[in-house]
């Protein structure tokens, strides 16, 4: 076995990375795989990977998916951060310690699939539970509830919803003059800056909103109403859009966002055909389902026999 604190090389198939043994412990000091994906060993040399180092990912421009050993229990400071591509994270359900922006703006972080072979989890319910633990890094900016063991138990559902609804209600200027003080914002054009301020943070209420009622495991029903009229009060033909141009821009083939709208009433007969005219051709296979959804839920017959995808 190589000295405490000796750094080592370890590669099999694409993954490969720098390692240093201490006190009988694996420390996993600098990923060098070349692929998309990040299978970490529970062991090298004989010795369990218990940890990922400070800055082990850092900037990985190639990462998409991290499957985690069941040995890990610790996570350092900014392993993963700038990660821009990385999605999922495959860990186990067991106490982990996570040092300082672990997860910095790794947006497309959008689910944890946690292992816990104790307390197996339907599939329902560990999809809804993977998706509300990773917005925890970048959409709700709530780093203390980035507990594997915790995450899906009413308690912390109730403390996810309550951070939520701290987001939903505060007023959108919140933290302009904070911008412009700090320097973060042309002075020259504070009114235009103020408005594009303000259609972020909607958009921001809108993600989460979306977000919560796909997800709706343990959702109270007055939560479940206010988050739904908030989407509806930003949907296609509103004063503000941001239900409808989140759901284009970010979500456009994803049918289950489409599906949410109907159901909500944010996708109306008054506005369907606004809708429709907006996707325009890109989004060709989503445009022919949602005229299918319109004969069906609206019975606008006249108006089908007349109307292409071209629209």
Request: hydrophobic residues 40%; negative net charge; contains cysteine.
């Amino acid at each position: 076995m190589a000295k405490a604190g000796m750094i080592r090389e370890w590669e099999k198939d694409e993954a490969a990375f720098q390692y240093e043994q201490r006190e009988g412990r694996a420390i996993l000091l600098l990923w060098k795989g070349a692929g998309s994906t990040a299978h970490i060993p529970e062991e090298v040399d004989g010795c369990p990977v218990r940890e990922i180092g400070r800055k082990a990912f850092l900037s990985n421009k190639r990462i998409q998916e991290v499957y985690l050993p069941g040995s890990i229990e610790m996570i350092d400071d900014w392993a993963f951060a700038y990660c821009s591509k990385l999605s999922r994270i495959w860990m186990p359900r067991h106490p982990v310690s996570f040092g300082k922006g672990v997860f910095l703006q790794c947006e497309r972080l959008e689910h944890f699939i946690l292992e816990d072979e104790k307390t197996p989890m339907s599939e329902k319910v560990k999809e809804c539970t993977g998706a509300l633990l990773a917005a925890v890094v970048h959409k709700l900016d709530a780093p203390y509830l980035l507990n594997p063991m915790q995450a899906g138990r009413k308690s912390w559902i109730r403390k996810w919803d309550t951070r939520l609804m701290e987001i939903m209600t505060t007023p959108d200027e919140d933290g302009y003059s904070r911008t412009i003080l700090c320097g973060e914002e042309d002075i020259g054009s504070m009114d235009n800056n103020l408005e594009f301020f303000l259609h972020q943070k909607r958009r921001s209420k809108v993600r989460l909103a979306l977000l919560r009622l796909l997800y709706d495991q343990d959702l109270p029903s007055a939560m479940q109403q206010f988050l739904t009229d908030y989407l509806k009060s930003h949907a296609k033909g509103c004063l503000f859009e941001e239900t409808w141009q989140v759901v284009k821009e970010e979500h456009g083939t994803e049918k289950e966002y489409y599906d949410l709208l109907l159901d909500i009433g944010a996708l109306t007969a008054e506005n369907f055909d606004a809708v429709l005219c907006d996707m325009g051709t890109e989004l060709a296979e989503m445009k022919a389902y949602l005229l299918r959804e319109k004969e069906e839920r609206f019975g606008d017959g006249e108006f089908f026999s007349s109307l292409s995808l071209d629209l």
